[in-house]
């Protein structure tokens, strides 16, 4: 008996630490694997995206990351591979502030080197795709002085920790 209490004690406390977006989906995991479950916990709390069989939602946006679409309200939007790559980077990091420098690596795979026109570029061409007034972004957010960040849907407003 005193086991099930320490089981239900863990188990309770995990439960308290998953945003609401995500308690269903790890709920049938929680009897298997508690170590796992922590960790995916953590995870998945810093970012408050539903991740669903390779897809990656925020707000208005579906990105298929085993097709390499993206879909806004459920419209496709075609992008070019990098343009798809970025926008996985800033997606899956939502809030997270990138400089543009760690986008040209992250996205090239080689060190900058000074060529962060070929992010801003990217970024004016994505914005375009995915922006109603790409001159007034909502979704692809530049952070003067420190680089770009995708606006979470679900965080918007709220302050910095």
């Known amino acids: 008996m005193g086991r ?8 309770q406390r995990i439960l308290n630490k998953i945003s609401k977006k995500v308690k269903r989906i790890i709920i049938l ?5 508690n170590c796992f479950i922590e960790s995916l916990v953590d995870y998945l709390d810093d970012r408050y995206i539903k991740y669903d069989s390779g897809m990656i939602s925020q ?3 579906q990105l298929n990351c085993s097709k390499k679409i993206l879909f806004k309200n459920h419209i496709q939007i075609y992008l070019t591979y990098a343009e798809f790559n970025l926008l ?9 502030v990138f400089s543009k420098e760690q986008i040209y ?3 090239w795979k080689e060190s900058s080197n000074s060529c962060i026109h070929a992010v801003e570029n ?18 692809i ?3 003067n002085g420190f680089g770009y960040k995708f606006e979470d849907m679900d965080k918007r407003g709220e302050k910095c920790e």
């Open 141 to 143: 957010v530049t952070v």
């Open 4 to 11: 099930n209490n320490s089981k239900d004690l863990n188990q």
């Open 122 to 139: 990217m970024i004016s061409r994505l914005r375009k795709k995915i922006e109603e007034n790409p001159s007034n972004p909502k979704y």
């Open 105 to 107: 690596e992250e996205i």
């Open 88 to 96: 996985e980077l800033l997606m899956t990091h939502p809030n997270r």
């Open 29 to 33: 995991e929680i009897e298997n694997d």
């Open 59 to 61: 707000g208005e946006f």
